[in-house]
Nanobody
Framework: VQLQASGGGSVQAGGSLRLSCVTS????????IGWYRQAPGKAREFVAA????????DYAASVKDRFTVSRDKDSRTTYLQMTGLKPEDTALYSC????????????WGPGTLVTVSS
């Protein structure tokens, strides 16, 4: 399984970005795609996740109501729409594949950097 995130960049506070994560290789009957981020000097943290089969989602409290996760089955692409960005959202964002929203993610892709300036 390969995952590739893209769409990062530099924006001012209050701006928006949309990240994409393309999944390729082996497929699973049921899986979830999660988004995580790691800011400089901090631990990696969960951001959002979406279940591929039933479209259920989960969000970290810090991004709920600002970020939206979605997926396109045909292109095997997961999106993270980020609005109302804050400087504290600055981090390397990565996508990962797991078997449940709150479970372990076994496959990871390289991240894409998001920088939010005040």
């Amino acid at each position: 399984v390969q995952l590739q995130a893209s769409g990062g960049g530099s924006v001012q506070a209050g701006g928006s970005l949309r990240l994409s994560c393309v999944t390729s290789g082996r497929t699973f009957s049921r899986y979830v795609i999660g988004w995580y981020r790691q800011a400089p000097g901090k631990a990696r943290e969960f951001v959002a996740a979406i279940s591929w089969d039933d479209d259920s989602t989960d969000y970290a409290a810090s991004v709920k109501d600002r970020f939206t996760v979605s997926r396109d089955k045909d292109s095997r692409t997961t999106y993270l729409q980020m609005t109302g960005l804050k400087p504290e959202d600055t981090a390397l964002y990565s996508c990962a594949l797991g078997t449940s929203l709150h479970g372990v993610y076994d496959y990871w892709g390289p991240g894409t950097l998001v920088t939010v300036s005040s």
